[in-house]
């Protein structure tokens, strides 16, 4: 390509790229989505040059995708793959709290967040790829969702907390509800007079999230809030 040599000496990775772009295409293999980012990262490092080495940055990243309409086809096509497992997890743990709210997805912001993450990721792609982009996709969403699913559950009565809790729910319970001459209250109830509790749940939940999600340790987690919050040594 006269002109552009750096996209004369790339335009071999950039030729492979579009044909896995179209095997995927056809196929949705996920075989051909990895050779699509191989041969992007290729393509990207020649283009590169002598800063082949260094971590791209957002401004270089969507540089990149504006100058290779191929790897913006294929950091969409990621993305919208990313998007999917992001509300498939949503819906898994809405109902598994068992909430009838429709489940969240990603707003604009994230979205164009992760465009720029998948961009990243493949500049270079040997010392950033999957390990590198996963955990900061998982980041993305993990304090608006938080917010979210700690506003249901502030809402709701205890029937959530018990799910959410499991076998710790009557120590919690017990613990931390608040209580009055006759009866003991409910856990949301302590919630809508304490702020800094919701904020501790909120934060270990974004946490939970960010970290992969895994519902074993999700009741351990809201458990420490209380402790954290509520336990006589921490009381202001």
Same mark, same amino acid.
């Given at each position: ?57 957002a401004e270089e990243a969507r540089r990149l995708m504006s100058q290779l309409p191929d790897f913006e086809q294929l950091v969409a096509v990621a993305v919208r793959a990313a998007e999917r497992s992001a509300h498939a997890a949503a819906g898994e743990l809405w109902r598994w709290f068992g909430l009838s709210s429709v489940p969240p997805s990603w707003d604009e912001t994230e979205r164009s967040g992760a465009?720029? =993450?998948? #961009?990243?990721? !493949? /500049?270079?792609? &040997? ?5 590198? $982009?996963?955990? %900061? ?11 979210? =699913?700690? #506003?249901?559950? !502030? /809402?709701?009565? &205890? ?5 959410? $809790?499991?076998? %710790? ?68």
């Amino acid at each position: 390509m006269e002109g552009h040599p750096e996209r004369a000496d790339a335009s071999g990775s950039l030729a492979a790229l579009r044909a896995a772009l179209i095997r995927y295409e056809l196929s949705a293999s996920s075989a051909a989505l990895d050779e699509a980012f191989v041969a992007a990262a290729a393509g990207i490092a020649v283009m590169r040059g002598e800063g082949r080495s260094e971590p791209a940055d957002a401004e270089e990243a969507r540089r990149l995708m504006s100058q290779l309409p191929d790897f913006e086809q294929l950091v969409a096509v990621a993305v919208r793959a990313a998007e999917r497992s992001a509300h498939a997890a949503a819906g898994e743990l809405w109902r598994w709290f068992g909430l009838s709210s429709v489940p969240p997805s990603w707003d604009e912001t994230e979205r164009s967040g992760a465009r720029v =993450l998948v #961009a990243c990721a !493949c /500049a270079p792609l &040997d010392a950033r790829g999957a390990s590198w $982009l996963r955990p %900061r996709l998982l980041r993305l969403a993990a304090q608006r969702w938080a917010a979210i =699913l700690i #506003a249901e559950l !502030c /809402a709701g009565d &205890d029937g959530l907390w018990r799910r959410a $809790l499991g076998e %710790r729910y009557d120590s919690v319970h017990k613990r931390y509800a608040p209580r009055s001459r006759w009866r003991t209250h409910q856990l949301s109830e302590l919630l809508g007079a304490n702020a800094r509790t919701v904020d501790a749940l909120r934060d270990r939940l974004a946490r939970w999230l960010s970290e992969g999600g895994d519902f074993e340790s999700l009741s351990g987690e809201l458990e420490a809030a209380f402790v954290a919050t509520r336990s006589p040594a921490h009381l202001a």
